[in-house]
């Protein structure tokens, strides 16, 4: 009844073509927006923005990343901790060396440093394949962090080893170190992955999207049609690393504030490839509901028991969270393998004939 | 279908609403947040030291009714000894205002000491941590006494010294390094490093990737080197199997020495007898037999109120932790004389940890006599003037070998300071004058 396209003619190319055909989609999603930049800036606390919205906008930016590569070009890869360590250990010796740089601009040339990383460890996709390739990005992932725990020249020669955010400020507004307001570092995450959201959304229905795809699907059959594999996949491999380089440098400008090479660790890549899998592979939706999934819900599952009035030693809190998640991740898995994304296109589905279904 | 869309829904929903749910502190009460890992890979360590917290704040508070008549309230928050864990946990404990924080992780306590400024919470990073906040003039919330990583080597290295008789016999000796490939493990290298030009002694640094359990390559290194002496800077598993495979390859027990977090029971029951004659540095006497123990057992355990089992009082990560507890307390108890019996703020109780002087006849009262030297923090000297000693597994327990030890601290301090410099521009913070202090 409400979510009724009934009426709704597209009389020319580019309304059929819009990122949102259907009024109530567009409508949702605008609202939503622009409520996400609003609302939780001013009545959300310190805890909800920085321990729960800004690592879950890092996370959905970093899947989002990984998406475009797994998903949409069908190349498995296991680096994203990697890339995403590219883009912070270059954010933060972009931003000592040259302080005046905007931060902004930091985040995006670190983010193309990632990509480079990313083009380079790509080659090798040319001639491997699904799990062989799975292994390869394998070695990008262990290869990259050894480097930066090994040369001291990437944490500028501190003697832990250890890279922290100095402050660094947008327009006035301090946006990054310890002095930043959580509000200003939300609004900075935000900011960035609902631009780069958007920017996705569009080259998968475009034709670098289209061509992802028909690698994905056939590659033989994508070369045939025209589709030259060597620039589609490495192209791939460049844009996702270079989200995933821009998540990492998030990772520790907007939400750690310091970190050492083990916030990237091998957990990292399988954490967003989890992400992806569950929200949905091939699904830009997919990627921010794999986010929510992952980075929420054992939050809200240690505090479950509690909320219950139920007291329980930590321990077991702990156990009984792992538990519940790994159930879970199984149970979606085989109520819906094409993820939380394929879930709500049913139910969108559904919502369509509602009240009426035929 | 049906079950199935109500599922979905229910998780929706639960996501959306779980992280509202708060609890609201009692009034009255100083709040402590316990940010602990019971599970995970480093849960061996964890426990005692989680025990050990709230065994001694519970006796506290039902012994004495408090500190001064004002009880201390805490919480636990299981990290899993993760630092995105571990700051989600600050940020959900720091809503009920607490005075300060016992981090236990280098990773977590790098994250907050930017943030305790601007938190207004102490942070007491006992033996562990950023060695550069010692110095209190650049890091007025931060607190590492009473020894930071630096003076525990040059106190290992002094121990070396006496052992091969004298500091000149230190010239050409070989020492060797074995250290967990993160911050915490790259802590001790700088002093080393510096003392290995001094005394002409060749130091080799061997570094073993997290969590630690592969150190075959690391220990075929040793067989080739074979060094006089190793030091280990270890935690968790890293440090079960460095015992196992220093026994495997022969090399003399007694000349490897961990530091104090490599040389705890869960380290070496594991390797059984191998590991006879090891030795780690420490700063918490172990053992069971102090008063203090008497009363926890009286207070808490015969009345079924102990945070752990009965036999793990005394270990020495639960001596630490009590260690560690008490000096918190004793922090709070040197603010409210300047501030009052009543609940404190994170400023006030900052005045306690700077201005806590624990003498010999108050460590005494506390049942603590031998348990630890006496202490004195001061402005610029956030570390205090503590001593570490060496402890030998015999087996069945830990047995103290060796005298309270000074750290090198003409060597430690200066370098200390320059690092201390170095790390609080990072921050953009400006030096206080520690004489218009009061």
């Known amino acids: 009844m409400i979510y009724r396209e009934a009426g709704q003619f597209k009389t020319s190319y580019a309304s059929d073509q819009a990122v949102f055909p259907i009024v109530q989609d567009r409508v949702f999603v605008l609202a939503a927006v622009v409520a996400a930049f609003v609302v939780p800036p001013l009545i959300a606390g310190d805890y909800w923005l920085q321990a729960i919205l800004i690592p879950f906008l890092i996370y959905a930016l970093a899947a989002i990343g990984l998406n475009l590569l797994t998903g949409y070009a069908g190349q498995l890869s296991l680096g994203t901790g990697g890339f995403m360590a590219v883009g912070a250990y270059s954010a933060f010796k972009l931003t000592t060396a040259f302080p005046q740089l905007s931060i902004i601009a930091v985040f995006l040339l670190s983010g193309l440093a990632a990509a480079a990383i990313g083009l380079l460890f790509g080659i090798p996709s040319l001639r491997i394949k699904g799990f062989y390739l799975a292994v390869a990005t394998l070695a990008a992932q262990f290869f990259l962090i050894w480097l930066f725990n090994k040369v001291a020249w990437f944490t500028n020669y501190a003697s832990s080893g250890t890279i922290t955010a100095p402050d660094r400020t947008v327009l006035g507004v301090t946006v990054t ?125 240690t505090r479950l028991p509690h909320s219950l009035g139920l007291t329980m030693s930590v321990a077991l809190q702990k156990q009984i969270e792992l538990m519940i998640f790994g159930g879970l991740i199984l149970f979606f898995l085989i109520v819906e393998p094409h993820g939380l994304a394929r879930l709500w296109q049913i139910g969108k589905e559904k919502l369509r004939l509602w009240p009426f279904p035929h | 279908m049906t079950w199935r869309v109500a599922l979905v829904g229910i998780v929706a929903l639960a996501v959306a609403a779980g992280p509202w749910v708060t609890r609201v502190q009692a009034a009255g009460e100083i709040f402590i947040p316990l940010l602990v890992y019971r599970t995970g890979p480093y849960a061996p360590n964890g426990i005692p030291i989680a025990n050990g917290a709230i065994d001694y704040f519970t006796l506290v508070n039902e012994r004495d009714g408090g500190v001064n008549g004002v009880k201390i309230a805490f919480e636990e928050c299981e990290d899993q000894y993760d630092t995105k864990q571990g700051v989600e946990c600050y940020e959900r404990l720091k809503t009920k205002n607490p005075v300060l924080v016992n981090p236990y992780s280098t990773g977590i306590t790098y994250q907050l000491i930017p943030k305790a400024p601007v938190d207004k919470v102490v942070v007491h990073s006992m033996g562990y941590g950023m060695t550069a906040t010692a110095d209190g003039r650049w890091f007025p919330w931060v607190f590492n006494f009473p020894m930071t990583y630096w003076s525990q080597a040059s106190a290992f290295v002094k121990y070396v010294a006496a052992q091969e008789g004298g500091m000149d016999k230190l010239k050409g000796k070989k020492i060797a390094h074995i250290y967990h490939n993160s911050p915490y493990g790259k802590e001790a290298n700088p002093t080393l490093e510096e003392l290995a030009r001094r005394h002409a002694f060749e130091l080799t640094l061997l570094a073993v990737d997290h969590p630690g359990q592969e150190q075959k390559a690391t220990w075929l290194q040793i067989r080739r080197l074979n060094p006089d002496w190793i030091y280990i800077s270890g935690w968790g598993v890293m440090n079960q199997v460095a015992i196992k495979e220093a026994a495997a390859i022969g090399f003399k027990m007694d000349r490897v020495v961990g530091n104090w977090w490599t040389g705890t029971e869960v380290d070496v029951i594991p390797a059984g007898d191998a590991a006879k004659g090891y030795k780690s540095m420490n700063f918490n006497a172990p053992g069971a037999g102090f008063k203090v123990h008497q009363d926890i057992n009286k207070f808490l355990y015969d009345k079924g109120k102990g945070a752990g089992r009965r036999d793990g009082i005394g270990e020495v990560l639960y001596n630490r932790m009590v260690v560690n507890a008490m000096l918190n307390v004793e922090a709070i108890r040197t603010a409210m004389t300047k501030h009052g019996n009543k609940p404190l703020t994170g400023e006030q109780v900052r005045w306690g940890f700077e201005n806590l002087n624990l003498t010999e006849k108050r460590l005494e009262e506390l049942g603590m006599k031998g348990m630890m030297r006496p202490l004195r923090v001061t402005c610029e000297n956030h570390e205090g003037n503590g001593q570490a000693f060496v402890q030998q597994w015999d087996g069945k327990k830990w047995n103290v070998v060796s005298d309270w030890i000074e750290p090198i601290r003409e060597v430690v301090r200066p370098k200390l300071e320059a690092a201390a410099v170095d790390e609080a521009k990072k921050l953009g913070y400006t030096m206080r004058d520690c004489a218009k202090e009061k």
């Open chain 1, 177 to 301: 170190g310890p002095n930043a307001p959580a509000a200003a570092r939300y609004v900075m995450a935000l900011a960035f992955v609902a631009v780069f959201a958007l920017v996705a959304k569009n080259l998968v229905r475009g034709r670098i999207g289209r061509s992802w795809m028909a690698i994905r699907d056939r590659d033989i059959a994508a070369e045939i049609i025209g589709v030259r594999p060597l620039r589609t996949k490495l192209l791939a491999f460049g844009i996702s690393s270079f989200y995933c380089g821009v998540a990492g440098a998030e990772l520790v400008f907007l939400y750690l504030g310091s970190a050492e090479t083990l916030a990237f660790d091998i957990n990292q890549s399988f954490l967003v490839l989890f992400m992806v899998i569950i929200g949905g592979l091939g699904s830009i939706l997919g990627s921010w509901l794999g986010a929510a999934f992952i980075i929420l819900l054992p939050i809200f599952l």
